[in-house]
């Protein structure tokens, strides 16, 4: 009876897989703050794809680390970059699809999202044109969706425009519209190797106490032709999921961040709380306060437990 009146549900098709690729590596990497979260060298693409296809998990979204970093953190937008060839490789080697996460972080010996001014400052203009050319030559690496995560002003203007005057008009925007300057990334940015050098990120990440700019940011992205906004991170944030949803008839994504998956894990190791029921409940809530898609790296394990294997 409590199938029949159920009303929020999970399926596989809802989730995206983070996946992680560095150019340094000649086996999967585990990263200590990411449980179970291996990063991949840039190899072995079809026996990966079907473990990832075999849970029911169709989407992923995809992060590099590079060899070299860089000033102007050249390698996020070369052709022949890290992201890049991850991305053939799956499109080559699968039928997933897949997302291909654009931002500097990774890429810059400084840790910072875009081009910094003397000042420490990050130069948004010239950021944004960077950013054009990381999209172009990710839509030539064959992603099917360009996810920009930088949070610069004006961002999803400059891809779309990027994108549409090299062809790629069909090649959709996932913007990271209302994206945190949280604590809760920080096991990411031990996997992604993208921790800032100096000072922060609040210059252009979103202050946790603000729910009006939230809405704001997400309306000026949608103006300037995403075609799917989000809302990063899911659990802390479920209010701004939940009026998103209400305000805006476009798809909405959440990301259940680094650090809400490695607070559950840590809880689970010791003893203090099922790890398979809170990963559920937490996902069901993110679902519940409206998102239609969710990046979790509890993908495949949730998949996997929704078919009931």
Same mark, same amino acid.
């Given at each position: 009876? $409590?199938?029949?009146?159920?009303?929020? $549900?999970?399926?596989p098709s809802n989730f995206i897989l983070p996946m992680f690729f560095d150019e340094n590596l000649e086996k999967d990497r585990m990263t200590a703050s990411m449980p179970d979260i291996p990063t991949h060298p840039l190899s072995g693409y079809?026996?990966?794809?079907? @473990?990832?296809?075999?849970?029911?998990?169709?989407?992923?979204?995809?992060?590099?680390?590079p060899k070299e970093k860089d000033a102007c953190g050249s390698q996020a937008y070369a052709q022949n970059g890290?992201? =890049?060839? *991850?991305? $053939?490789?799956? @499109?080559?080697?699968s039928g997933l699809l897949v997302i291909a996460d654009l931002c500097m972080c990774e890429y810059t010996d400084h840790g910072h999202c875009g081009i910094l001014r003397e000042d420490g400052y990050v130069d948004n203009d010239r950021t944004i044109e960077l950013y054009g050319e990381i999209a172009v030559s990710q839509a030539e690496a064959g992603a099917d969706i360009i996810a920009p995560s930088g949070m610069m002003d004006g961002q999803i203007a400059a891809i779309r425009a990027a994108?549409?005057? %090299?062809g790629f008009v069909n090649? !959709?925007?996932?913007? +990271?519209?209302?994206? +945190? =300057?949280? *604590?809760?990334?920080? !096991?990411? $940015?031990?996997i992604a190797c993208s921790a800032p050098g100096k000072g922060n990120r609040a210059q +252009? =990440?979103?202050? !946790? %106490?603000?729910?009006?700019?939230?809405?704001?940011?997400?309306?000026s992205d949608i103006q300037e032709g995403a075609d799917i906004i989000m809302v990063k991170p899911a659990g802390p944030y479920l209010d701004i999921i939940r009026e998103a949803a209400d305000r805006y008839p476009v798809p909405l994504c959440a990301y259940q961040v680094s650090g809400?998956? %490695?607070?559950?894990?840590?809880?689970? %190791?010791?003893g203090w709380i099922d790890e398979d029921r809170i990963m559920m409940e937490s996902l069901l809530g993110i679902k519940r306060a409206g998102a239609d898609m969710m990046i979790t790296y509890y993908a495949e394990k949730a998949a996997r437990m929704l078919r009931g294997e």
């Open positions: 009876m $409590r199938d029949l009146v159920r009303e929020t $549900r999970l399926d079809e026996d990966m794809a079907n @473990k990832i296809e075999e849970s029911g998990v169709s989407s992923v979204i995809v992060f590099g680390v890290v992201v =890049q060839k *991850a991305v $053939r490789g799956l @499109k080559e080697n994108l549409d005057d %090299a090649v !959709p925007i996932m913007a +990271y519209s209302a994206k +945190y =300057q949280s *604590a809760y990334y920080g !096991p990411f $940015r031990d +252009y =990440q979103m202050d !946790p %106490a603000n729910r009006r700019e939230a809405l704001r940011e997400i309306e809400e998956y %490695a607070m559950i894990k840590a809880a689970a %190791a010791n």
